[in-house]
């Protein structure tokens, strides 16, 4: 960015700051809310608890001029984010209070027409218990994601067979730019593999889903295997989730196994022992020791294969994409192999 580029914003930020008053909170820990807890601070942080205030942000968006010249982050549960160790030059939007409301609402067949509104905020292991408690089924993947609804759409989370495409029917955002928003069927999400066609300004106020009735004690069954399997396979500490996505046909964790990678540190970051597609960050320890790893891990997998690795986390603040350069030499990085618009095959967070 250039100086005058970099001037522009700041003056939009202040601006911003200054209509915002007594909600903004300025200079805001975000690394430290993100499950990495890792990273610098967000410029400007709001907290947003009912559509009213996504709307009065949208509008203060807009009548400061900072709409378009300030960049939006939507912080669910901080649960797929790599803050730089600079932080985010821009606003950062927590949804929160009735934006993670849940309802139930009966619809046609008693058996097993069944639709749940759960609001963006709403954490998705919190949405499996309560609908499993509910005498739901459906829903019982989410257990083990540790993010919340409105993460869910953004990157069609998913694991253990299922998906966000598997069972979203309908769903509301505000959109801070004013470009789009509004209520629609899931079809306008276009969700693809971890994709959606959700900007990065647009706050998911609720969403509808497809659930059957079931009985209560198979789902908590169902939902203690799956916590049981995270913890036999997955690492705890201080991490994001799967790194990077997997190929298709293969797995992520499979092939920096297959290059010997598993325990390899890089300053306060290594991969994890147990699983290869998790990078671990120390306590205290620094975002760029975790990218630096990212970008050595994917460097070997494609230098040993030929597959280009491509990253699952959302980096933010690290200005351009730091994993866009191919480890081959070969131009622009290629695709995986998933494409972008399906959601066949592998669909699983937990590989």
């Not at 849940?102 to 499996?128: E, H, I, N, W």
């Not at 603040?317 to 081959?328: I, M, Q, S, V």
């Amino acid at each position: 960015m250039t100086p005058s580029a970099m001037a522009t914003r700041r003056e939009a930020l202040s601006a911003l700051a200054s209509r915002l008053g007594a909600r903004a909170r300025l200079d805001a820990p975000l690394g430290a809310l993100t499950t990495y807890r890792v990273g610098g601070n967000a410029a400007v942080l709001v907290d947003a608890g009912s559509e009213d205030d996504l709307l009065m942000l949208a509008d203060a968006l807009a009548t400061s001029g900072a709409a378009g010249r300030v960049p939006v982050l939507v912080l669910g549960k901080g649960s797929n984010l790599l803050v730089a160790d600079s932080g985010f030059p821009g606003l950062v939007v927590r949804p929160g209070g009735a934006l993670g409301g849940l309802a139930f609402q009966g619809v046609g067949d008693p058996v097993s027409g069944t639709l749940v509104r759960a609001g963006g905020a709403l954490g998705l292991p919190v949405l499996a218990r309560r609908t499993v408690e509910a005498g739901l089924q459906g829903l019982e993947w989410a257990v083990g994601i540790p993010g919340s609804v409105g993460g869910a759409l953004k990157m069609n989370a998913g694991g253990h067979g299922a998906d966000t495409a598997s069972c979203i029917v309908r769903y509301r955002t505000v959109d801070l730019g004013r470009e789009g928003g509004g209520e629609a069927d899931a079809s306008r999400l276009a969700l693809g593999y971890r994709s959606s066609a959700l900007s990065d300004a647009e706050v998911v106020v609720w969403a509808d889903f497809a659930v059957r009735r079931g009985e209560r004690e198979a789902g908590r069954a169902l939902v203690s295997q799956i916590v049981r399997w995270r913890r036999e396979h997955q690492p705890g500490g201080s991490n994001a989730g799967s790194v990077f996505t997997n190929p298709l046909g293969d797995s992520a964790g499979r092939l920096v196994e297959a290059v010997g990678l598993k325990g390899f540190r890089l300053g306060s970051a290594r991969v994890s022992e147990k699983h290869g597609n998790f990078i671990l960050a120390d306590d205290g320890g620094a975002a760029s020791d975790v990218v630096a790893l990212m970008a050595h891990v994917r460097r070997k997998v494609a230098v040993a294969t030929g597959i280009l690795l491509r990253p699952e986390v959302k980096l933010v603040g690290f200005g351009p994409d730091l994993l866009a350069e191919n480890p081959l030499g070969e131009g622009p990085m290629a695709d995986d192999g998933r494409g972008s618009g399906a959601t066949g095959g592998a669909r699983r967070a937990d590989t």
